[in-house]
């Protein structure tokens, strides 16, 4: 399985972007699929998941501010992000829950800056 992540950029304080993470296979009814961050000087952390089902789990810091989603005939994960934060600067990446090292793609990087 490979990811590839997009929609990433530089957004002001307040703002909102959505990420997507395209799935080289269909695997959302197989597996749960998460959202993770790595900030500058951190490591990699949860944000958000989404089971087989499409029950959503969020990390706290980003609980009410971010919505994943998901397209199964896209094969495409989505992370909804609002009301941005300084704290959310960090590459994005998408992986299976719990990560699978090889499957670690590129990430998209998202700047929060004025």
């Known amino acids: 399985v490979q990811f590839v992540e997009s929609g990433g950029g530089l957004v002001q304080p307040g703002g909102s972007l959505r990420l997507a993470c395209a799935a080289s296979?269909?695997?959302?009814?197989?597996?749960?699929v998460a959202w993770y961050r790595q900030g500058p000087g951190k490591q990699r952390d949860f944000v958000a998941s989404r089971d087989t089902d499409g029950y959503p789990v969020y990390a706290d810091s980003v609980k009410g501010r971010f919505t994943i989603s998901a397209d199964n005939a896209k094969n495409t994960v989505y992370l909804q992000m609002n009301s941005l934060k300084p704290d959310d600067t960090a590459v994005y990446y998408c992986?299976?829950?719990?990560?699978?090292?090889?499957?670690w793609g590129q990430g998209t990087q998202v700047t929060v800056s004025s």
């Open positions: 296979g269909s695997i959302f009814s197989r597996f749960a």
């Open positions: 992986n299976v829950l719990p990560p699978i090292g090889s499957y």
